[in-house]
């Protein structure tokens, strides 16, 4: 009987660790699916999370979860949108803590400010507190800036005074009030700013924040709509090359006539000289007709 009560003790305790191993991973991811209070809607220059011991970058899209520290760079900013739609947007040189985030529950959100400025946009009337080393900003439903500087815009550097927390409000009402004495705030309005300097009350003051306020963002001009592409024209057909007219062939040069070689000049014929002309004979005159005797010629 004791080895069959053991037996059943030693199976018992095997379904309960084998359960265990397989519902602790699972209740595990669920508490961190729980407790992701936002991600990260836009980033630029060096930001980072750290988280645990580890630091991640903080890029669009990196989940941002209760416990959380922030903190960005000499030229690094970033926006954080939380599941309840509030923003929270990081300057240069700012260091954040998501200490508390509820969504829609009694408890407040809590963000810690350590340096920097740091933009709050507070969706609908949800509780939600900025904590810096020396105040406490409450909000409801309002847009503002809590600034955690070594010196006041307002006040200057007062005397014995290291730090100071301002608040400037653009739409709405906070309520700052110094960290020792949560309960003794001052409300201060839109368009208005207050301060907390070192462990002094706050001071509501009815000058706008001198700190950089968000450039408002440019509605975009309509796209216009391109130009329709022309169509383009048809590509001339090239007329048909010429063929070339064939090369003339040359006449052939004319040979020149041989020189004809002169005739030699005929020697003039030497003038005949005239032959004398023979005196005419006269004629032996008739003795008988003219009763003369003829002379006689010779020796006879």
């Known amino acids: 009987m ?20 397989f519902l602790i991973p699972a209740l595990v991811r669920t508490a961190r699916a729980q407790s992701a209070a936002g991600t990260v809607s836009s980033a ?13 970058a903080a890029t669009p899209g990196t989940p941002v979860y209760q416990g959380d520290r922030i903190v960005s760079g000499a030229d690094g900013s970033a926006v954080i949108v939380l599941t309840d739609r509030s923003e929270l947007g990081l300057s240069p040189s700012t260091t954040i803590t998501l200490d508390q985030y509820t969504n829609g529950g009694a408890t ?13 946009f ?12 020396n105040a406490i900003v409450t909000a409801h439903g309002t847009d503002f800036y809590t600034a955690y500087t070594q ?8 005397p014995g005074v290291s730090h100071y927390t301002t608040v400037a409000v653009i739409d709405g009402t906070v309520n700052l009030a110094q960290a020792a004495t949560p309960d003794s705030g001052v409300d201060v309005g839109s368009g208005t700013t207050g301060t907390v300097a070192g462990d002094q009350p706050p001071r509501h003051h ?7 306020r968000p450039t408002p963002t440019r509605t975009p001009r309509p796209t216009r709509t391109p130009r329709p ?9 090239p007329r048909p090359t010429r ?17 004809r070689t002169p005739r030699p000049k005929r020697t003039p014929r030497p003038t005949p000289h005239p032959e004398p002309t023979p005196e005419p004979t006269p004629r032996p005159r008739d003795s008988s007709r003219s009763g003369v005797s003829p002379v006689p010629t010779g020796g006879g």
């Open 229 to 237: 592409t022309r169509t383009p024209r048809p590509t001339r057909t």
């Open 2 to 21: 004791r080895d069959s009560g053991v037996r059943v003790r030693i199976g018992a305790l095997a379904t309960i660790a084998a359960l265990a191993l």
């Open 151 to 158: 010196n006041s815009p307002e006040l200057g550097n007062l």
């Open 206 to 212: 009815h000058r706008k924040f001198p700190t950089p």
């Open 243 to 259: 063929s070339p007219r064939p090369t003339h062939t040359p006449r052939p040069t004319h040979t020149p006539r041989p020189t």
């Open 122 to 133: 507070v969706e609908g009337t949800a509780d939600y507190q900025v904590h810096t080393p």
């Open 108 to 120: 407040p959100t809590r963000v810690g400010l350590g340096s920097g400025i740091l933009k709050s």
């Open 44 to 56: 630029s220059g060096p930001v980072q999370i750290q988280r645990g011991g580890a630091t991640l």
